[in-house]
């Protein structure tokens, strides 16, 4: 199994920066999964923001998001990061991350291990 811990959430101004990371610890190391970061908003479905391969190689976007957060992963250290810039109010949500062995996307339906989530607030 795999476990999953976010941290690196809490309150920014717009405009600002947060990193998120996202600590695996189990029997499997990180290395032969796909990440996701996913988010949801108070009243609003969930949402794929970012994910990356197993490889490293790829990643993929979410628009709302796109130029602005970089999702980035080190396996060594098993562990993968959310890097969130020129952050909006409209980025204001839970933020989980998930883990797959099935193929890569923004499906959330692909992730099979999930962190509990952590608050990322973006006001002035």
């Known amino acids: 199994q795999l476990q999953l811990v976010e941290s690196g959430g809490g309150v920014v101004q717009p405009g600002g920066s947060l990193r998120l990371s996202c600590v695996a610890s189990g029997r499997f190391g990180l290395s032969s999964f796909a990440i996701g970061w996913f988010r949801q908003a108070p009243g609003k479905e969930r949402e794929g923001v970012a994910c990356?391969?197993?490889?490293?190689?790829?990643?993929f976007y979410a628009d709302s998001v796109k130029g602005r957060f970089t999702i980035s992963r080190d396996d060594a250290k098993n562990t993968a990061f959310l890097h969130m810039n020129n952050l909006k109010p409209e980025d204001t949500a839970v933020y989980s991350c998930?883990?797959?062995?099935?193929?890569?996307?923004?499906?959330?339906?692909?992730?099979?291990?999930w962190g509990q989530g952590i608050q990322v607030t973006v006001s002035s």
């Open positions: 998930a883990a797959t062995d099935r193929g890569d996307g923004l499906d959330s339906s692909l992730y099979k291990y």
């Open positions: 990356i391969n197993s490889m490293g190689r790829s990643a």
